[in-house]
């Protein structure tokens, strides 16, 4: 028996859920940006498991630039975060109700 | 196939736990932790799906890197280590209902759409046109010819983000 | 495994490079990195410098942009993901010269306040250049880099006023939630690769037409992708974090987030939707419907009760995008094809982008005097700046869609759309549109009431100084607002242009 793809598919959609669920009650910044990376690993995981399945590299070469991405988007969040806490010790972000839903 | 299959599931089964453990645990170091752990389970799973290129660079960039920058995030920013109640705001009912919503409908297209497809078996194909087809040197070609107009973008787009997060943060 | 020594794979075959075709971006490339040198090499002192080289730079780019256009040709490189053709360059046109207005409105401001000046034209030419290249972005993963590429500029611009919390606050909001929004369209671009095997937008399109288009994963992947750029486009209800960061970024940011980073996301819809969804029109046409109508309506009905001018003008601008949304909303049943939905929407854009910054130019040099963003503090305006009150009224009043001021041109091609296609749907948004019109009439007309009629506030009658390139912005927007408005042909010309040759 082979592995249904599928199940790497469902993996992901897991992970993005869960990244998702983790974004919406958290509050602190850290924390959230942690769930980012973790919607970002479905992406990334969905993306090679379709590159597999349709034996074509772009599934992979898509993998590398979101990775780089990511990083970048690290640097910047944190770059933001450390400037307010500059100004203010306490960070929580109960400010950010947009995300409910 | 069969040692395939179980590392599959140890693998995932380690990555979801883990994935859970980051958005319900108290306590932002662990959180830190548990995401070493979904990251190099998700690196694993790209080298049983053959894209070794790939799961060197998660490992590299996402494990040695993006984690690290992280843990110094802990430590600039002075969280709270160890317990914090503070961690979660009042809408858990709300957004497990909606992430339940959520999984459901993907697994419902994801199902409907593949539900009985098998990879495509790889018995029987030499190791060298494995290796042509999806090793490290496929990657840096399609990387620098189809893909060479996002590569350069991605580079200015690595300079912009150092030179504004110093300024953001640093001190004046 | 060794790369050098290992087996080859394949033979390598560098691609063609047009250096025609990429010119525009290339200067802009130079000239960023000469803004970076040169503000190292002179440490803070050539301040002017700087700033005239960054704006030089960018009219410079608009050479090979002109020169593509008279060539003419259609330029399709690496396999049709970057494409240069009229659609192409008359947004790159766009982003430039939104770019160098925001230039214009930045100098005086950064040099009052004294904030990092050399760093904030570097970002700026950044996040024009993923603009640029968003314009010519026919792949999913040249669009995705070129929106990170204009995004992550932004939300550090966006933050730019490091001394106030507020401010800091909202770029928290706008980063998290457009890092969110990425990561939405990244899973939903993941989907529809999954099921076309394809990243190439055409080709996605022709894969669209065929046997299993009509999957639910496609589905769910077309409605994760635009609700991504819903986020960038500040559509309701994925518009939370435009009124705060519009409020605690610093104004000329505010106004380029409100004309350029907006017209990018309009650019990338633009291209996806008539490019590669085009097939199944039954997924975006309802969602851009309901869209397009919570937009103008929630984005008016706010806008209404505000006091402070910048939040009104950024509901204000929520409400704009929800009439650029309108013919998405019909395209599918135009009897043209749905192409036809293209222009009007290049056409309000840019008639847009010259009424919204020129506004903005109008808050910055009136809040030089007063330091205050309250609509209250433009009591009396006429009796000290007679000027800048006519030209508000000039902006507000095309805005509100008058005419003959520019913004009725845009209004009138977007309703003609909708009586084109025809159908109940399209006539009952029509009828919403036009009720959201005559409400947001009320509030436009009250900054005017306030500027003409009221006394001031505080009896301060010095007049309000404004340096030179605050006026050449001005006049720069003020006349094209006008101009429009008498000669629409200007702008319906660029409107026609600006359609893909790749249609089927």
Redesign the interface.
Known sequence: MSVDYSWYLFLGAALFTIGAYGLLIRRNPLVMFMCIELMLNAVNLTFVTFSRMLNDIGGQVVVFFVLVVAAAEVVVGLGILVSILRRRPSATVDDISALKG | ??A??IA?GVL?AA??LA??R??TTRN?VH??LY?VV??AS?GA??I???????AA??IL??VG??VV??L???M????TLGE?D????D??W???V??LF??G?????????????????LEGVSR?TL????????????????????FE??S??????????????R?? | MDVLSGPVAGVFRAPDVDYHAFAPELVLVAVLVAVLVVDLVLEGRGRRLVGGLAGIGLLAAMVPVLTLAVDGANRSMVGGAYVVDDFALVFKGLFLIAGYVTMLLSSDYLADDDYYEGEYYFLLLSSVLGMMVMASSRDLISIFVALELLSIPAYMLAGWRKRDLKGNEATLKYYLLGVFATGVMLYGMSLIFGITGETVLTEIGSKLQGPGASLPLVSLGIVFVIVGFAFKISAVPFHSWAPDTYEGAPTPITAFLSVASKAGGFVALMQLVFIGFLGRDDVWQPMFWVLAALTMTVGNLIALRQTNIVRMLAYSSVAQAGYMLLPFAVAGDLAKGPGAAMGPMTTYLLIYAAMNLGAFALVLAVARKTRSGEIASYGGLFEYAPGLTVLMSIFVFALAGIPPLGGWYGKLVVFKTLLDANTPWAIVLGVIAAVNSVIALYYYASVAREMWMRPVPDGDTTPVRVPAGLTAALSLCAVATVVIGVYPQVVARFGDLAVFSLLP
């Not at chain 2, 049983?48 to 790939?54: G, N, R």
């Not at chain 2, 503070?86 to 705001?89: F, G, S």
């Open positions: 196939m069969v395939q299959n599959f995932a990555t979801s994935a859970i980051v958005v932002v959180a830190a995401l979904v990251l998700v799973l790209y049983l799906l053959t894209a070794e290129f790939v660079v998660q960039v996402y890197a993006i920058l992280l110094f995030g802990v600039l920013t002075k969280a914090d503070q961690l979660d705001n809408q858990r709300l957004g497990a909606i992430a959520l999984l409908t993907l697994s419902f297209v994801l199902v409907d759409a593949f539900g009985d497809d098998k990879l495509p078996s060298a290796e042509a087809q999806r090793g490290s040197g496929a990657v840096g070609d399609a990387i620098f010819s189809t893909f060479l107009v996002p973008v991605v200015v787009l690595l300079l912009a983000a150092l030179v504004g997060a110093i300024v953001l943060a001190r004046d």
